[in-house]
Nanobody
């Protein structure tokens, strides 16, 4: 099992920044990919960014240049730095982890609310 706990969400003004954290525990050795999705009210959950075990990162095209995903292996934590935030970035942000061993499975955190508003 893999447990994921997000933190760092909150209310921020347009143009501001937030950094989300996702701390993993449990069978973390089996994690191949870790990343973030978000879901705004009335919308489907969409991929924000992920980072593969070898360090390669991927981003939603619309977020490149504003969002940065990174990882601290010593802390088993993945971060999402969000800059130049816009009201349309308002959503619940979910951390996820894809396990490959002993069987493929995706784990989810409980989500953290990000609200961008003046």
């Amino acid at each position: 099992q893999v447990q994921l706990v997000e933190s760092g969400g909150g209310l921020v003004q347009p143009g501001g920044s937030l950094r989300l954290s996702c701390a993993a525990s449990g069978s973390i050795f089996s994690i191949a990919v870790q990343g973030w999705y978000r879901q705004a009210p009335g919308n489907q959950r969409e991929l924000v960014a992920n980072i593969i075990s070898d360090g390669i990162t991927n981003y939603a095209d619309s977020l490149k240049g504003r969002f940065t995903i990174s990882r601290d292996n010593a802390k088993n934590t993945v971060y999402l730095q969000m800059n130049s935030l816009k009201p349309e970035d308002t959503a619940v942000y979910y951390c996820y982890a894809d396990r490959t061993y002993p069987s493929p499975r995706r784990f989810w955190g409980g989500g953290t609310q990000v609200t961008v508003s003046s």
